[in-house]
């Protein structure tokens, strides 16, 4: 009889796994992709964002010996199970998760071809086990065309049914908080093509001028609140907390890329980010004094950076803030001080009509804020005194006018001079935030100058890119050869200028 039973079972069914679902909600899916778009503080990007320096060659070094990228296929393919799933719940088109699932799809393609230049996107999921790749320019048309469609289908079904969603740890399930940071986005991606600004089929300045002068079309983030961000907690805790504390805290330094770039502005930033170096206290500075802290240099020797750190020479990362707890600091993503200065720049290249110091301003102060750094008044500093065993606190009086009265500061005007200070505070403002925008900044405009030497390795060099990963050379191998050779590069070398760069 068990013979006659199993025999008139169909065999689909015998093959199907329980454990594994064939079905599953969109909102699952969601919270998945949210979690893989998530760069954290303190990663191998900051370092070579040139935020941090590792003075420990056994766990990190410094340098840029890049080798092959990867692919975001996976996390994309989820994306488009995402909006399968939410079909077949029967939610008409467009919804939040369709929506949701335009933005992923321009982010994530905004993050490989950063990286690595043309890359498969049109063939990327039919059933060519071999696609071709597109030119970085006809991704970034399809990514910009997804965020205007995103914004416009956001538009078209705010406040219906299929605009409630959930799995949304970030912005709590909002797409209007959604919409705000798919603008401020884009505004990043046209930032990012400043060279193209005369390619008419990009049309950088009007989408531009389009975002920032019609808010009830384009709304936009109006403070750090709205910012798109990861929070840390007891559970999910901070990279950098008390329980690491005497594993990495003698192991980095902040890096004087960033540093003394604060020190020499008089920045209140320095007293919140970083310790002030024993050897200067040594010699009779105070602990609130800007002389005070010193950054190691990413291009310095790591022997030579071991031993200086190993003497108290340079200043260490910020053992209260980072250190003393499990929450940490929000990790942005996308953020409100980093669109302040993006709209500046365009305002300083002449894409649209305002007054690019108005925004240069926000972007410091929303900065500021950050950290708990009033625009006047009393801030409290907090350092670790080896000489007591104890965090010991110090009162700072700042006020924001003076502070912008340097002319290092104040805003000299739409030149090449007042672009310059806006890409400055820009870096200072993404310290260990949004992942490699700090570097895309720098491998665009050159501001800030990084540090290179033997610390950094490749001859000295900041790379331009990374390789594709191993196995395309391998698998797909007449593709890859034809991508090489339309982007001129003779082999997939990591100091190769991509097309944006061109």
């Known amino acids: 009889m068990m013979l006659l039973v199993v025999s008139c079972q169909d065999f689909g069914d015998l093959e199907k796994d329980p454990n594994r679902p064939t079905e599953v909600t969109p909102s699952l899916i969601l919270n998945s992709v949210l979690n893989e778009m998530v760069y954290s503080p303190w990663s191998d990007q900051h370092r070579w964002n040139q935020y941090w320096c590792s003075n420990y060659n056994y766990y990190d070094n410094n340098e840029y010996n890049w080798t092959y990228g990867s692919f975001r296929y996976l996390v994309l393919n989820d994306v ?18 369709s929506v949701m699932a335009r933005f992923f799809r321009a982010y994530y393609y905004y993050d490989m071809t950063m990286l ?12 060519s086990e071999t696609p071709v790749y597109d030119s970085q320019k006809t991704i970034f048309l399809k990514l910009l065309q997804e965020l205007e469609d995103a914004n416009s289908e956001i538009n078209e ?40 600004e005369s ?62 770039t604060l020190a020499a502005l008089k920045d209140p930033r320095t007293f919140i980010t970083a310790e002030p170096a024993d050897t200067m206290l040594k010699q009779g500075f105070e602990p609130t004094d800007f002389e005070s802290f010193i950054g190691a240099p990413s291009g310095e020797s790591l022997d030579d950076m071991s031993f200086k750190a190993g003497k108290g020479e340079y200043s260490f990362i910020n053992k209260y803030r980072y250190y003393n707890t499990y929450q940490g600091e929000p990790a942005v993503q ?25 925004w240069y301003k926000k972007g410091i102060i929303a900065s500021l804020v950050f950290y708990g750094i009033p625009i006047s008044g009393n801030m409290t500093a ?36 007042g672009r310059e200070q806006v890409l400055l505070q820009k870096y200072l403002a993404l310290f260990q935030q949004s992942g490699w925008e700090a570097y895309f900044n720098y491998r665009r405009t050159g501001v800030p100058a990084f540090s290179t030497g033997p610390g950094t390795g490749n001859n000295g060099i900041i790379p331009k890119r990374w390789k594709y990963p191993l196995s395309e050379k391998n698998y797909n191998s007449d593709n890859y ?22």
């Open 80 to 97: 488009n199970r995402m909006e399968m799933e939410a079909s077949r719940l029967g939610l008409s088109t467009p919804n939040a998760y």
């Open 382 to 417: 907090t350092f670790y005194s080896k000489e007591n065993e104890a965090y010991e606190n110090h009162t700072i009086a700042f006020d924001f006018n003076t502070y912008y009265s340097q002319p290092a500061i104040s805003y000299s005007g739409d030149n090449e001079t």
């Open 481 to 502: 050869n034809s991508a090489l050779s339309s982007q001129g590069f003779g082999e997939d070398e990591i100091d190769a200028a991509i097309w944006i760069l061109q």
């Open 157 to 196: 079904i705010a406040g219906l049914p299929q605009a409630s969603f959930q799995g949304d740890f970030m912005l709590d399930n909002s797409l209007e908080a959604w919409q705000k940071v798919i603008n401020a986005f884009r505004i990043r991606v046209l930032i990012q093509l400043s060279s193209k």
């Open 116 to 127: 690595m230049g043309d890359v498969p996107l049109s063939e990327a999921f039919t059933a």
């Open 334 to 358: 996308i953020g409100y001080a980093e669109m302040c200065f993006n709209i500046a720049e365009g305002l300083n290249l002449g894409w649209s009509s305002g007054e690019a110091e108005d």
């Open 199 to 260: 390619d008419t089929d990009l049309a950088i300045a009007s989408q531009f001028d389009q975002l920032i002068n019609d808010s009830d079309t384009y709304p936009l983030p109006e403070s750090m609140d709205e910012s798109l961000q990861f929070q840390y907690n007891d559970i999910n805790k901070y990279p950098f907390n008390k329980d690491n504390y005497g594993f990495y805290a003698t192991r980095y330094n902040t890096s004087s890329t960033y540093l003394n």
